[in-house]
């Protein structure tokens, strides 16, 4: 089942229609550890809509609310790889590919909701950086519990210049406004996601595309319960929290985002996330 928020509630997607929950708060909504069995009885107790994908089309939103986005680094060998590259002429190469093989993962904050878009918004890129890249990750739905109850698509922007310059400014090289986006709904299962689940990524200049690449998660070095044991460890979230998982799609060190460009990300089952940058 799909889950999204729109400005006046919320609106599942199953195979069968639409159903409109209005005035439900997303807070309190997704932290659910049996989320999928709430969506389930919702479906079969409130009659499906007739005009779902056009309340979508002028409604909705990114799914975060009070939620924090945090995100974790060099989970693929093409991150650690490009990682490496970017920084060589600051030294800070072998940090990345020590943090690769350590047990402990690169974990850090992105964002809160006032600086995430969703699909069909507009990411940015940083005015102070010449070299900018999205990098499409899956990102998981969390509980307070610490309990993965669905999965979304996140476009992890990134300043390389800024992050290659010294790793120490990676905090300005990924987080500032609309550094981010997230949608287009919650993917909610019980179970986890096939490990051939393949990220796909498109960026199009002026109608033709400059740069596609693809990767499956199972090249993923670590395991998102690995990831969520870390980041849950010594901070609480009382309303849940989102997780990007990692990238392992990285364009090429010639290539740089421009404005104008549309980022689509497509993670099926969840959907396509499509962006332009402003």
């Known amino acids: 089942m799909k889950l999204y928020k729109i400005k006046t509630g919320v609106v599942i997607e199953t195979d069968h229609g639409f159903h409109l929950l209005e005035g439900e708060n997303w807070d309190t909504f997704v932290n659910d550890d049996n989320l999928f069995g709430k969506l389930a009885a919702i479906v079969r107790a409130v009659e499906p809509i007739e005009n779902g994908q056009q309340l979508l089309n002028s409604r909705l939103e990114a799914p975060i609310q ?106 300005q090289a990924k987080t500032y406004d609309g550094c981010a986006a997230l949608g287009p709904c919650i993917y909610v299962t019980e179970e986890p996601l096939p490990a051939d689940t393949i990220i796909h990524l498109e960026i199009a200049r002026n109608n033709a595309p400059v740069f596609t690449g693809s990767v499956d998660i199972k090249q993923m070095k670590r395991t998102p319960e690995g990831l969520v044991s870390y980041l849950y460890r010594e901070c609480s979230f009382p309303h849940g929290s989102l997780l990007m998982t990692g990238a392992g799609i990285i364009p090429p060190s010639d290539f740089s985002l421009q404005s104008g460009d549309e980022i689509r990300i497509t993670i099926q089952p969840i959907g396509m996330l499509v962006n332009t940058v402003k």
């Not at 699909?119 to 993965?148: A, C, F, Y």
């Open 66 to 171: 009070s939620q924090e986005l945090w995100a974790s680094g060099v989970t693929y060998i093409r991150s650690k790889i490009g990682r490496q590259e970017e920084s060589k002429n600051s030294g800070g190469g072998e940090f990345y590919a020590r943090v690769y093989e350590a047990e402990r993962p690169e974990l850090f904050f992105k964002a809160t909701s006032h600086r995430v878009v969703g699909s069909g918004g507009k990411v940015r890129i940083r005015q102070d950086s010449n070299w900018n890249v999205p990098e499409p990750e899956l990102t998981l739905m969390i509980t307070s519990s610490g309990k993965i109850v669905g999965y979304t698509i996140g476009n992890d922007m990134s300043s390389r210049s800024i992050e290659g310059e010294n790793p120490l400014y990676l905090p």
